[in-house]
């Protein structure tokens, strides 16, 4: 079955990099039509899509967030990376690995929180 | 970018009574040579990651009760819940996968009048 899991630092300091490993199992990143996608949600808020990656490697980022962040694959470890640079206190959000094929978003991680705060 | 619009930001709705949902595309999210509106709701439980409950506007995805449905093309959709039951308190939220960068909408927050 299709798994996802999300993994990296809970605290961050303000201006430091975020990096975020999503680990999965039970599909492939080199199916076509296959993408990874992260996304975001504040406290209390309501979801953010920040970036994505296709199995032809094609990547597409958040207009707002762009310039901060990067996203790449391991396929052969089966893993997804988000760096997010000069993080700021209002970054302070559960981030969930998604998982789509050829059209919405159908699996989900449990998310990892990440506060950013001195 | 997208921006998606949902009304009411939030309802109460007695149990076994119809919740509806309408949500709002800045364009179109029709895609006139697959036929189909690429938009997608899912269902958020509290302290739950969300799930997704409708694509291509109006399929249900696998195991989701036939109460729920969607309906709508274009720039208007709406999710309908024929008959609210407890399990159904969530939040609601729209999303275009048309055009990336993707958009949701801010949720609709649904609970038991």
């Known amino acids: 079955q299709v798994t996802l899991r999300e993994s990296g630092p809970a605290l961050v300091k303000p201006t430091q990099t975020l990096t975020l490993t999503c680990s999965f199992s039970?599909?492939?990143?080199?199916?076509?039509?296959?993408?990874v996608s992260w996304i975001r949600q504040p406290p209390g808020k309501a979801l953010e899509w920040l970036a994505r990656?296709?199995?032809?490697?094609?990547?597409y980022y958040s207009t707002s967030l762009k310039t901060r962040l990067t996203i790449s694959k391991d396929t052969s470890k089966n893993q997804v990376v988000l760096t997010m640079t000069n993080m700021d206190p209002v970054d302070s959000a559960t981030y969930y690995c998604t998982r789509s094929y050829a059209y919405a978003i159908d699996y989900w991680g449990q998310g990892t929180r990440v506060t950013v705060s001195s | 970018d997208v921006v998606m619009t949902q009304s009411p930001d939030s309802l109460a709705v007695s149990l076994g009574e119809r919740a509806t949902i309408n949500c709002k595309s800045s364009?179109?999210?029709?895609?006139?040579?697959?036929?189909?509106?690429?938009l997608a709701w899912y269902q958020q439980k509290p302290g739950q990651p969300p799930s997704l409950i409708i694509y291509w506007a109006s399929t249900r995805e696998s195991g989701v009760p036939d109460r729920f449905s969607g309906s709508g093309s274009g720039t208007d959709f709406t999710l309908t819940i024929s008959s609210l039951q407890a399990e159904d308190v969530a939040v609601y939220y729209c999303?275009?996968?048309?055009?990336?960068?993707?958009?949701f909408g801010q949720g609709t927050k649904v609970e038991i009048k």
């Open positions: 039970g599909f492939s990143l080199t199916t076509s039509g296959m993408c």
């Open positions: 990656i296709d199995w032809d490697d094609d990547t």
């Open positions: 999303q275009q996968y048309y055009t990336t960068p993707w958009t």
């Open positions: 364009q179109s999210v029709f895609y006139s040579s697959y036929n189909k509106s690429y």
